[in-house]
Every structure is written in structure tokens, then in C-alpha cells.
DNA sequence: TTGAAAGCGATACCAC
DNA sequence: GTGGTATCGCTTTCAA
């Protein structure tokens, strides 16, 4: 490969290779479409100028031909939660292995949203996978322009949206389970942000089993997904309860292990001997020897490759009906938690 | 916002909006164009209409003409590192305040590079962050297709390439400083991996400031900067040195916390009493009550504006010559070292 | 199998 | 300020 801009600066196109090889601009074309009716001669002499020149067809203009762009969107939104960048690097690598880009979009502020809408849009992704918050207001403009989306991890009542979750209830009813048959008898929750639907699912799933097992002591505190507020959480819950319950269970893995380290560093107290902590998620950290927590993992392996193919069927045939996947999570049993 | 696709099923374009506010396509157009010179009259007109149907400028037909995509391609690899996700979400909201969208590129394998390269041209991105390894050759041609490209955190000796650093060997030797100066005599250090340039720098650095302080037991084991490789780095250097040393300096923050719950957890060995650690990175966990590591933090935020902007400026003027900007860590004492 | 020509949806330059 | 017209680099009929 020696030149990879013409003299005159501009990027190589085809119909430098063709002027070079003595073929038509389209012959050039097809030789690059894998299916193409191209003779075997002409292809390779084609390949082989178009090595020289380092020529590579254009994806925009492609795509603008095509209506295809062979981008996906995904939208995060800036969370304290471990667990996201993971996702996103997952759901990268499964696009790609399928020959379609990841065009990131992060959330700072929701108030943002608007715009981004409208940046989307105007890049011609194929479609989107939503892993951030988003109104219903919103789900109609995704709806009305086309674009196939799916919800990564949040679920909306009432609407028929392409969605893969983990089953938050379940796995949450899992750890309340298994807390109690261990004989722990009150209980401290604290929850994440209000307007996450996954937190709203786990807290509700762990209260929902709780009162079926007739579990009468439960106090709820609001967290935020962080660290710190899993650590000021289970202060506050001292403080409401006047001493502490049996048993935290947080809303994920990040707040369990900031609560952990508050009831060890903070108040003296021994986890799991005098306190039993779990959490939702199943992050790396959650299995340093330090923590070892009790959680349920998201199965994000499947999960991302769920939502990797909902998205790229219904770009192929947009008429699939909205689908929604719930995966189990993995309950793992950890030392932060005394167990039978 | 009515209809978003025409009966046809094909996506609202400027001729659309044209031919129902009665004005030319390129009127419409220009009223997309921030310092075009429209009338107020018809720029109100226009921009109703093309609210009521939802129009929007189409990206890609844009790129096309105007040879600018707005994308710029961040390319990172699969590290167990904690530390990357963070600079992906920083660089993507930087990036995104300038209106230019991350098209992320996410190499698995290290043999995937040169599939790899060719979609990033195909795309036409305007610019490349390097956050992965990348050998000359694929530099060479980053350079001939005259793409602006930046290194994050590596720099490559006798090439004159965008970077931006952070002082890898100031930071150790930082680190090393404050060690000896607290009495620690043995060190053990644990390394990444030996193709990681920031890897190599580190140790040097740490290796070159014990030399120059006349510390005579420096045992060196090889780790992969995953929390496991710490934790067995520890093990390893007990055998090897048939005791603990004093300290123990980490490549990074997560193998510096492995090693700290080896230490703690497999060997029963009190940190920082008995032994201190310290890392590198200042990654979250590394503030956590169980760690609070004694650690160089990258200036995340300042390195990623200082990529963003340099990129940019090169998509502006690409003429502009190499540039290696440097910033220095900022040195965290924390608990996890017995410090002076 | 190959080549010519018509778009894809915008921008930019040029008259008016 | 506004409207025509020529691109941008490709894919895709349609004839040959």
C-alpha cells in the first residue's frame, strides 16, 4: 500500500480504482459486494489495485444509498453503577462480531435527553438499545420514526416494548428466601433512586416476598445506587430502627459493599456475624475477599447478546411483534451473609 | 410532530419540507445552518413545518458532501482494568459537548486490529483516540490516510505522535519516595503486563527511583492487572523472597487490592502494620473503608478534555505538528501504607 | 458478466 | 436573502 490519498488530498474512491484497473466505477462496486456477479478475473485485479491505493468503500456513502449505516445506538446514562460500562463493552463486541458499529451516547443530564433524541435520529442508526431512563413521550418518537429499540434492564408497564431484562422480583425474592429460611428476622432495605425502574422492581420484590413470609420488621431507606449511600444508608437505618436489623438488602452490589464497609469501619460490627448484607448485580467487586457478597448475578453475557439479536432481526424485518426477554439471575452465595 | 415517515415509508427529507412551506430545498437547508443567511420570516416558517413532521437534517447525506462525519472512533481494548470504562464515558460526554459522537471500537483480540482498522476508515471518522496498543505499522498508516489520531496513556519513543499521559514515572517514583522515606526497606513490586506501555513505565520508574535511593532488596514479579494477578503476585513474591517485603508497589489500583486481601485474607498478614501496598490509577474501589489505598490518581478529567481538545484542533487544522501533553498524577496517601 | 446512468439527501456556489 | 445546480461516493437497476 503506498498512496492512500490522492495528490490533490482527497480519500481514494472507486472510481480512482476503476480509472487504475481499466473497469467501470460499478464493476468496482460489486466487487466488494460479497454476493456480486463478478468474474474471478476482474475481482482480483480489482482487489489488488485497490490494496495498492489502500482504497476502502465508504461507509457513509453506502449508507446513504443503502438506508443502512450499520450503527446502532446505545444510550447510558452516567450511573455510579459499575455495572453499565461492562454491558457496554459486551454489547460492542457482540455488534461487532455481527459487522455493526456501537455509536455511544451518555446521558449527563436527563434534560439532555432531548437533543440526543434528535442527534440520533439525525445519524441514521439502524436501531437503539436503551440502557437509561426514558419517558413515554419519548417511546412514541422512537415508535413513530421506525427505528427498531429495545430496553436493556427496564421494562414499561402497560406498553409493548422490545425489552431483555433480568428478573429483578425473582432474584430478589431469591435473597429474602434465603435470608429468612437462614433465620433473620428484621430487615433493612435500602433501595436506589426513585425513577429506576430496576431499583423500584427489586425493592418491591424483596417487600412482596417479605410480607408473604410474614416478615414483620422491614424499614425502607433510599439510596442511589452509590457507595455512600449505601454506607449513610445503614446509619440511617440504625438511627430509625434504634439498632440495627439482621439483615441489609440493598438495591446493588455497590451500596452492599459500601454498607459492609460501614457497619465494619464505622460501627464495629461484624459482618456477617452480627449483620448479613446482599446485593443485586453480581459486579467484580462483589467477589473480592473482602466483600464476598451474597447477590444475584445478571447473566449479562446472554443478556447483551439478547438484545443484540432483538435489535438486529427487527432492523431485517421491521414487522416483528415487540418482544420482551427476562432472564434469571444467578444467586450466589457469599460470606457476607449468614446462611444455613 | 404529526408524521415522521412519508406514507411511503421513507424517512422525511429537506425536499418534503420544501415542497409544503413552498420554498426551495436548499432554504430549508439553510436554515439548519447555524450562520446561513435566512430571513426570520422563513426561518420561522421552515423550522415549524419541520417540526410538525418531524424532519431533521440527515447526517449521513451531510458527511457525504461535507467530508466531515462528526464521529471520531475511541478504540479500546478488553482490560481488566477498572480505570478504562471511566475514560470511555468521560471522552464520550467531552466529545459529545462539541457535537461530535464516539463511535467505539472495542479489539477482543489483539489479531482483530487489522478488520478492525478498516471499518474505522470506512467510516470516515473525523479522528481516533488509541487507548489500545498499536504497533508502528498501523501508525504508519493512521498517518498516510491523514486522520488525526491521539494516544491515551501510551506513548510510543522515537515517534512523534499525538498523546496524552499521564506521568507514569514521576507517579511511581512519588510513590517510592514516600515509602522509603516511612522506613520500608524490602519492596516487592508487581508489574502488568509487559506489552502495556504504561505497564513498563511504571515499574521502570519505581525501579529507577529504588536504585537511585540505594535500596538494595527489589524483587519483581509479573502480574496482568487483574485483581487475581495481585493477589497471586503477593504469593509469589513471599516464595521468592522467603518472607514479605515491607512494601509492595502495584502496577495498578485493582492488583494492589487483590493483593491487600491476599494479604489479609490468605496470609493473615495485617495491612499497612505488617505490610503496605499501594497501586496506581485512583480508580473508585480504591477509596473504598477496606482499602483506602495509598495511590497516584490520574487526572481523568483534564487527560480526556486534553485528547478531546487535541483531536478537534487537528480535524480544524491538520497541519498542526505532534503534540505530548503530560499530566502529572496527583499522589493519594491513604491507609493502606505506613506512611511517615 | 459488464458499463452507463439514475439516484440517496444533503451542502455550496453561483447567479439573481 | 433566495433559488437553481453541481457535487459527495457509493449502490442499483437496466441494457448491452
Redesign the interface.
Known amino acids: 500500500?503506498s498512496?492512500?490519498?490522492r495528490r490533490d488530498?482527497h480519500?481514494v474512491t472507486s472510481y480512482d480504482v476503476a480509472r487504475l484497473v481499466g473497469v467501470s466505477q460499478s464493476a468496482v462496486s460489486r466487487c466488494f459486494k460479497p454476493g456480486a456477479s463478478v468474474s474471478k478475473k476482474m475481482r482480483a485485479r480489482v482487489m489488488k489495485v485497490a490494496d495498492d491505493l489502500?482504497y476502502?468503500?465508504?461507509?457513509?456513502?453506502r449508507?446513504?444509498i443503502t438506508r443502512r449505516?450499520n450503527?446502532v445506538a446505545?444510550v447510558?446514562s452516567?450511573q455510579t453503577n459499575?455495572y453499565y460500562?461492562?454491558v457496554?463493552?459486551q454489547l460492542?463486541?457482540r455488534f461487532?462480531e455481527r459487522g455493526v458499529?456501537?455509536?455511544?451516547?451518555?446521558l449527563?443530564h436527563e434534560s439532555d435527553i432531548d437533543v440526543l433524541y434528535?442527534?440520533i435520529?439525525?445519524?441514521?442508526v439502524d436501531g437503539v438499545v436503551e440502557a437509561a431512563r426514558l419517558s413515554g413521550e419519548q417511546i412514541d418518537?422512537m415508535e413513530?420514526?421506525?427505528i427498531p429499540f429495545v430496553f436493556y434492564n427496564r421494562s414499561l408497564k402497560d406498553r409493548r416494548v422490545n425489552a431483555v431484562c433480568c428478573d429483578q422480583i425473582e432474584g430478589e425474592r431469591w435473597l429474602v428466601n434465603r435470608l429468612v429460611e437462614s433465620g433473620h428476622e428484621t430487615f433493612g432495605l435500602i433501595s436506589g433512586p426513585e425513577d429506576s425502574s430496576v431499583s423500584v422492581e427489586r425493592t418491591q420484590g424483596a417487600l412482596e416476598r417479605l410480607k408473604e413470609l410474614d416478615v414483620k420488621s422491614v424499614t425502607v431507606v433510599l439510596g442511589d445506587y452509590s457507595?455512600e449511600s449505601g454506607?449513610s444508608g445503614l446509619l440511617e437505618l440504625k438511627n430509625k430502627l434504634g439498632k440495627l436489623p439482621d439483615a441489609v438488602v440493598c438495591a446493588n452490589d455497590v451500596m452492599a459493599?459500601?454498607c459492609?464497609?460501614?457497619a465494619?469501619?464505622?460501627l464495629g460490627v461484624k459482618v456477617p456475624d452480627e449483620l448479613s448484607v446482599v446485593g443485586f448485580d453480581g459486579v467484580?467487586?462483589a467477589q473480592?475477599?473482602?466483600?464476598d457478597l451474597t447477590t444475584v448475578r445478571q447473566p449479562v453475557r446472554r443478556m447483551t447478546e439478547a438484545a443484540v439479536s432483538m435489535i438486529l432481526e427487527r432492523v431485517e424485518e421491521p414487522e416483528l411483534p415487540p418482544e420482551k426477554r427476562t432472564f434469571s439471575g444467578i444467586l450466589v452465595d457469599g460470606g457476607s451473609a449468614r446462611l444455613a
Chains 1, 2 share one sequence.
Do not use: C, H, K
Request: aromatic share 12%.
Open positions: 500500500m498512496d492512500v490519498r488530498g480519500r489502500g476502502q468503500p465508504n461507509a457513509i456513502a449508507s446513504l449505516s450503527m446505545v447510558i452516567q459499575l460500562p461492562e457496554l463493552v460492542s463486541q461487532s458499529r456501537v455509536l455511544l451516547f451518555t449527563e434528535n442527534q435520529f439525525q445519524y441514521q418518537l413513530q420514526r421506525g457507595y454506607a459493599i459500601g459492609m464497609d460501614a465494619r469501619y464505622r467484580g467487586p473480592w475477599q473482602s466483600y
